[in-house]
C-alpha cells in the first residue's frame, strides 16, 4: 500500500484534491475527522478530558470545543496534557485505519490527508507528499467568496501556517491551483495514473520502476539536496539502527548538470548487515526494492569493491541506493568525490565536460556512465591530490542515520 501524505494551507484547495483523489479510488484517511472522532460521547478520550478540564468542558454529552479551547490556548500546561490525551487515541485510530486499507487493497493508495503534516514535521512516514500550492491573495479571495470568511480572519489563518518555502520543501509533488478546478483535476488525474498507481503496484511486487529509455544531462537543480533530505529521511525511518551514515552523494549533491539521479550512499558497519532478509524488506517496503546482480563498484586499484544496489518504486524519481561497508574504498569515495568536486570548480569543470563526451556517444543506460569509470580515472586522481592537499577525512564528511 503507498502511502501519501496530502497537505495545504487553507483555501489552498486540499479539500478539493483530496474527494478528486477519492473519486479516482484511493483511500482518504482525514487526520481532522479523526481528531473529531476520537472524543466523540463515549469515548476513553472524551472521558479522560473530563476528568482533566472538568464539566464545564461538556454540553450535552458531547465536547464544547469553544470551551475546551479558551482553557488550552491561554495555558501552555493544559494544551499539553489534552495532547497527551488525544496525540495516542489519534494515533492508534489512524494506525487501525491504515491497517484496514492495507488488509483489503495491498496494491493500493492510501491518502492521509493532514493539514498541519508540514507543521508537523512528518514527511518521512510517507512514500510520497503532495502539497497543495495557491498563491496567497486567490486563497483570501476564495475564502472569502466562497466560505464567507472575514478577510482579516482568512489572512491571520494564513500567517499562522507553514509558508510556501516550507511547504515546498516537505513535498515530493506540488500540485499548482493558481488555475481553474479543471486544471487541478487534470493535473490530479495525470499523477494519479502516471505516478500514484504504478508506485503502489510496484510496492506491492517489490520491484522498481523502469527508468527513462535514454539519459542525458540536465542543468543543476537547486531542489535535489532537499529531495535527497526527504529520500534519507524515510530510509533511516525504516532503518534505524542499521544505518550507520547516510549520505547523499554524486553529482545531484554537488550539484552540477546531471542525469537527474539521486544517488544515496547508505553505510552499513558491514555488508552482512544489508543482506539481512530483515533489512532488504523493510528497504523494499519503503520503496527502494534490491537490484540483483550489481554487487561491486568498478575498482580503481583492482580490487573489487563490494556493493549492494537499491533502486526506487516511484516511477517520477529514479533513485541509485548504494549500500557499502563504512569506511571502505567505495564507501569513502563517494564522499570525497562529492566534496572535492564542491569544493573545487576546475574538478567540476573537467568531470562534467568528461560526462558530456561520454554521454553524446551513448545514452543508453547499460552503456551509462558507472561503466565508463576508468575514463574517470584522470579526475579521481585530481580528487585524491586535492584531499590530500587538504587534509580531508570521511569522518567529518558523513550524516549520521536519521
Ligand atoms: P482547503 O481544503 O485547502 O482549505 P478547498 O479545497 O476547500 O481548500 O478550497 C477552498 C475554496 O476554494 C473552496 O470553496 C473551493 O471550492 C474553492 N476552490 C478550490 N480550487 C479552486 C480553483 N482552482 N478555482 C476556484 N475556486 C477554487
Known amino acids: 500500500m503507498l502511502r501519501v501524505g496530502l497537505s495545504g494551507g487553507i483555501g489552498s484547495g486540499k479539500s478539493t484534491v483530496s474527494a478528486r483523489l477519492t473519486e479516482l479510488g484511493a483511500h482518504v484517511v482525514d487526520a481532522d475527522r479523526v481528531a473529531r472522532e476520537v472524543v466523540e460521547p463515549g469515548t476513553p478520550a472524551l472521558a479522560a478530558i473530563r476528568d482533566r478540564f472538568g464539566a464545564d468542558v461538556i454540553t450535552d454529552g458531547a465536547l464544547d470545543r469553544p470551551a475546551l479551547g479558551r482553557i488550552v490556548f491561554a495555558d501552555q500546561q493544559a494544551r499539553r496534557d489534552l495532547e497527551a490525551i488525544t496525540h495516542p487515541a489519534i494515533a492508534a485510530r489512524t494506525a487501525n485505519l491504515m491497517a484496514a486499507v492495507q488488509a483489503t487493497d495491498p ?39 466562497d466560505r464567507g470568511m472575514a478577510e482579516a480572519d482568512a489572512r491571520a489563518r494564513i500567517a499562522a501556517q507553514a509558508d510556501d518555502d516550507a511547504r515546498r520543501r516537505a513535498s515530493d509533488v506540488i500540485l499548482d491551483n493558481t488555475g481553474t478546478r479543471e486544471e487541478l483535476v487534470d493535473a490530479i ?18 520491484q522498481r520502476a523502469p527508468r527513462p529509455a535514454s539519459v542525458r544531462l540536465v542543468d543543476p537543480d ?7 533530505e526527504r529520500l534519507l529521511g524515510r530510509i533511516g525511518g525504516a532503518l534505524g539502527a542499521a544505518a550507520a551514515t547516510l549520505d547523499h552523494i554524486g553529482s545531484t549533491a554537488v ?20 543482506d539481512d532478509p ?16 550489481v554487487d561491486r563498484d568498478n575498482p580503481k586499484d583492482g580490487a573489487p569493491w563490494p556493493k549492494r544496489f537499491h533502486g526506487s518504486s516511484d516511477p517520477g524519481r529514479v533513485v541509485h541506493l ?26 567540476r569543470e573537467e568531470y562534467v ?14 552503456s551509462c556512465l558507472t561503466a565508463k569509470e576508468p575514463r574517470f580515472d584522470a579526475v579521481h586522481d585530481r580528487i585524491e591530490e586535492w584531499a590530500l592537499a587538504t587534509g580531508w577525512s570521511p569522518s567529518a564528511a558523513v550524516g549520521g542515520s536519521a
Open 189 to 206: 488525474d495525470r499523477l494519479w495514473r502516471e505516478r500514484l498507481v504504478p508506485f503502489a503496484r510496484n510496492l506491492a511486487t517489490g
Open 278 to 293: 530483515a533489512v532488504i524488506a523493510a528497504l523494499a517496503a519503503a520503496g527502494f526494492p534490491r537490484v540483483p546482480g
Open 353 to 366: 565536460a568528461l560526462k558530456r563526451s561520454i554521454l553524446a556517444a551513448d545514452a543508453g543506460w547499460d
Open 255 to 274: 550539484p552540477v548538470a546531471a542525469t537527474d539521479v539521486i544517488d544515496l550512499q547508505l553505510g552499513v558497519e558491514e555488508l552482512a548487515v544489508a
Open 222 to 228: 537547486p531542489t535535489w539536496p532537499e529531495e535527497a
Open 107 to 145: 496494491a493500493g493508495v492510501l491518502v492521509h490527508d493532514v493539514p498541519l503534516l508540514v507543521e508537523l514535521g512528518t514527511s518521512a512516514e510517507y512514500h510520497l507528499v503532495l502539497g497543495v500550492h495557491a498563491p496567497v491573495e486567490e486563497r483570501v479571495r476564495r475564502l472569502v467568496a
Open 322 to 347: 548504494h549500500v557499502r561497508e563504512v569506511g571502505s574504498p567505495g564507501w569513502r569515495r563517494a564522499l570525497l568525490f562529492r566534496d572535492a568536486l564542491r569544493a573545487d570548480a576546475g574538478t
